[in-house]
């Protein structure tokens, strides 16, 4: 029993050595780093001195230190970023719906500022920014070389003065100016109306009003149909949306879920990791739905497109979307200022990241440029190749039709009328409309 106790004794000795000699070089190399960052620390005191005693002009050190935050920040990622008391105090007003501006949410790429989307309605909306489009200049200045929140305050301004940016476009040749007079912007976050027995939700942001919006309007069609029976579907159109508030895309998810995750996310460390799951009930009854979608649609809406996607609730019809697959903390400083860090990815419920790759749709439908209008119609708008025999001065009547086959097909013939002004007008949209046609005849509906 003795040597037992000693052999162990001593194997526990020899491990205790073991661990000493394995933890002293960690240690060593932590002791290092640390010694780099004070010095690297001290090295930014140096430097803040010198500047603010012998740079050519007086200095604000409130600003220099703002400046040097912020660049920290944006170092890390496109989306992290330091904001000041306004802009944390505008950042939160935007999210209930309601602020002044021109009304794009925009990023940075290569150096100037890419509109990710303009928001339905709104100055840059009317002005004809579309997303994609890349401001160069803005009243003549260049943004180049600016940060991100530079170029922003470039742009903000007076409700009702005008500002003129530079605006670079695939497909076309060389820069264009576009004339936008700034105006205070309300944001309806949910526009619904039915369009040939589809539904029609347009979802142009997730703030604070969206899933309201969102129950309130399909309710509110569903009435005017007569009831979930008269109606072929829903469409929920993404289109240029740009995201919002996370708690939102859950809530607009789960609305037409009945079960099974929505999102995940997944921080630095994996305990910091939330999963969200779909509660029972769906607005829609089990009604077929499209989703729209294109290079516009961001973060929130990448969140409700793959969550449908994933769970086979939804076609996703349109374009590829933005990409935007990470979640950002607002966290408030000291001096009323606050800090938006990037602090984790969100997955769909198929584990798959979406993170500068974006949602693909299951149908590719892009949206056509409108084609001028031709020339060759007649006084009536008709053009002479689609007139019919029933279009003939003095043509016969049908004699082998009651006259409620008649009213079927006047009927038949105006939804086809309709239908055809859709697609001109919108063709993403008209496609959709189609598939809930398609899925409900398939479905035995009439």
């Known amino acids: 029993m003795k040597k037992f106790l000693m052999a162990a004794g001593a194997g526990t000795l020899a491990g205790a050595i073991v661990t000493t000699q394995i933890a002293a070089p960690l240690m060593a190399q932590e002791t290092q780093r640390n010694s780099n960052v004070y010095e690297q620390l001290d090295l930014f005191g140096d430097i803040f001195e010198r500047i603010r005693a012998q740079y050519v002009e007086e200095v604000n050190e409130g600003d220099l230190i703002e400046a040097a935050i912020n660049g920290m920040l944006t170092s890390l990622d496109p989306h992290s970023s330091y904001l000041p008391p306004e802009d944390a105090e505008d950042m939160q007003v935007q999210t209930r719906g309601e602020f002044g501006g021109l009304g794009i949410e925009v990023t940075q790429e290569e150096g100037f500022v890419k509109v990710v989307s303009p928001i339905d309605g709104t100055p840059a909306y009317n002005a004809g920014v579309e997303a994609g489009d890349y401001i160069t200049h803005v009243d003549g200045e260049s943004v180049l070389g600016l940060n991100l929140d530079e170029a922003v305050d470039m742009m903000r301004g007076p409700v009702g003065s005008e500002i003129v940016i530079t605006v670079v476009r695939e497909g076309e040749a060389e820069p264009f100016d576009l004339s936008i007079i700034r105006d205070t912007i309300k944001v309806t976050a949910v526009r619904a109306r039915t369009e040939q027995k589809a539904v029609v939700l347009r979802v142009s942001a997730f703030s604070d ?141 198929s584990g798959r990241s979406i993170q500068a790759l974006g949602v693909s749709p299951d149908i590719l439908v892009a949206q056509p440029r409108r084609a001028p209008e031709s020339e060759d119609e007649t006084e009536d708008g008709v053009p002479p190749l689609l007139r019919s025999e029933a279009d003939l001065r003095g043509s016969l009547d049908n004699d082998s039709l009651t006259e409620d086959e008649i009213q079927h097909i006047e009927e038949t013939r105006e939804r086809a009328e309709q239908s055809a002004k859709l697609r001109e007008e919108d063709y993403q949209l008209a496609y959709a409309v189609d598939i809930l046609k398609g899925l409900t005849t398939l479905n035995g509906a009439k």
């Open 209 to 349: 009003q969206t899933y309201q919006n969102l129950e309130d309007g399909l309710a509110e069609e569903i009435e005017k149909a007569g009831g979930i029976d008269k109606i072929n579907g829903i469409v929920i159109d993404l289109r240029n949306n740009p995201g919002g508030l996370l708690n939102q895309a859950i809530k607009v998810s789960d609305a037409f879920l009945e079960k099974g995750e929505i999102v995940s996310t997944r921080g630095r460390e994996p305990q910091d990791g939330e999963r969200f799951n779909a509660t029972p009930g769906d607005l829609a009854q089990g009604k077929p739905i499209v989703v729209l979608i294109n290079g516009g649609s961001a973060s929130a809406s990448e969140i409700v497109a793959g969550a449908l996607q994933d769970h086979n609730r939804a076609v996703v019809v349109g374009t590829k979307s933005f990409g935007k697959g990470s979640v950002q903390t607002v966290m408030p400083l000291r001096g009323d200022g606050a800090m938006r860090l990037t602090t984790s990815r969100y997955y769909t419920p």
